[in-house]
């Protein structure tokens, strides 16, 4: 009886054992007309289930299982907001991070956040961060953006908005041009070249990977050969940990 509970308590996940609660939840929102692209109220999650990238787009899908990897039992929520070219969708996204993350912190007090988009998820992302009281916004230990507005203010130092050269959306974005942790400024444009200066020590050798198939995506393109995701999913890391959390490792996105 004693060795079958000692089992059980082995193949139970992590985020079941704390009570349904994760160490690390990855809250993303993906890119326009990025799938699921039409759903019925309530049927995010189904409609989700559909494509291989589960609601969270092509880069933040690749950035939550390079979370995953770094971070044992951290889960993730891809916001439930439509995405498309309707003005009412940022705000929809908003609106859904905001109470997810209300809901979450509430049922989970000792639960971190990771929080990021893509394009317009940026946008949802940017929106919703100055509408977090201070209790939520010091349990968010990173930010990550891909082809996004600048980092808000209540999170800079520990927000990184990637904007590659030939991604017209963010690269033209003139007042709002990214700006790395600390606020440092970045000419606009966080290059490859200047990965490593911005994240984490531990995370410097993904600036030096191969640049294949980077170059002609522009604003589409971060997840083309990993570099940026695998940067950002490490800088989650790095930034879990200095904040206490279970030990993890770079070594684990090297495949
Ligand atoms: C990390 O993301 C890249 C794509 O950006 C993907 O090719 C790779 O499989 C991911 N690694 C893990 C451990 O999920």
Not at 55 to 62: H, L, P, Q
Request: aromatic share 8%.
């Amino acid at each position: 009886m004693l060795s079958s509970v000692a089992l059980f308590a082995v193949l139970v996940p992590a985020a079941l054992a704390q009570g349904g609660c994760s160490p690390l939840e990855l809250i993303y929102a993906r890119a326009t007309t990025e799938p699921p692209a039409k759903y019925s109220a309530g049927q995010f999650d189904t409609a989700a289930a559909r494509s291989w990238s589960k609601g969270y787009g092509a880069a933040g899908y690749s950035l939550f299982t390079n979370v995953s990897a770094l971070i044992p039992g951290a889960t993730g929520y891809p916001v439930h907001y439509p995405a498309d070219m309707g003005g009412s969708s940022p705000n929809e996204g908003t609106a859904d991070m905001l109470k997810h993350i209300e809901e979450r912190a509430k049922a989970c007090p000792q639960q971190k956040y990771a929080l990021g988009g893509h394009s317009q998820g940026g946008f949802v992302t940017t929106g919703a961060i100055p509408k977090m009281p201070a209790n939520i916004l010091s349990r968010i230990v990173a930010v990550t953006m891909f082809g996004s507005p600048a980092c808000p203010t209540q999170v800079r130092n520990r927000c990184i908005s990637y904007c590659q050269s030939g991604d017209s959306v963010c690269a033209s974005r003139g007042g709002g041009s990214p700006k790395g942790a600390k606020g440092a400024k970045l000419g606009g444009l966080v290059e490859r070249e200047a990965l490593w200066a911005m994240a984490a020590p531990e995370c410097a050798q993904y600036a030096s990977k191969p640049t294949s198939g980077l170059g002609k995506g522009g604003h589409l393109g971060y997840n083309a050969d990993g570099l940026y995701v695998r940067a950002a999913a490490c800088y989650i890391a790095a930034q879990f940990n200095k904040g206490g959390g279970a030990a993890g490792g770079a070594a684990a996105l090297e495949q």
